[in-house]
């Protein structure tokens, strides 16, 4: 599966209001310099230290606004 990777505060910067919220993102241990990834369905990963978990996802057009974010590209 591929992926595209950021922090924690690029996913805040992504995430639009009929999505996950940022007191979401909080207590699902999404803190700014978290590592996340997304794969090409819009599912949200969060590193833990074991352990890739599954803490939502995003809606619609999102590939545009990951890209226009990160500048990348699923890898």
Same mark, same amino acid.
């Given at each position: 599966?591929? /992926?595209? &990777?950021?922090?924690?505060?690029?996913? +805040?910067?992504?995430?639009?209001?009929?999505?996950?919220? %940022?007191?979401? $993102?909080?207590?699902? =241990?999404?803190?700014?310099?978290? /590592? %996340? @990834?997304?794969? &090409?369905? =819009?599912?949200?990963? %969060?590193? +833990?230290?074991? +352990?890739?978990?599954? #803490?939502?996802?995003? $809606?619609?057009?999102?590939?545009? @606004? #990951? *890209? *226009? &974010?990160?500048? $990348?590209?699923?890898?």
């Amino acid at each position: 599966m591929r /992926f595209i &990777e950021m922090t924690g505060q690029t996913l +805040r910067e992504i995430v639009q209001e009929d999505e996950l919220h %940022v007191d979401d $993102l909080a207590s699902a =241990g999404v803190h700014s310099d978290s /590592f %996340v @990834r997304i794969n &090409e369905q =819009g599912d949200i990963e %969060v590193r +833990r230290t074991d +352990r890739w978990d599954v #803490i939502g996802g995003l $809606l619609g057009n999102y590939l545009p @606004r #990951i *890209k *226009k &974010e990160t500048g $990348l590209d699923y890898a």
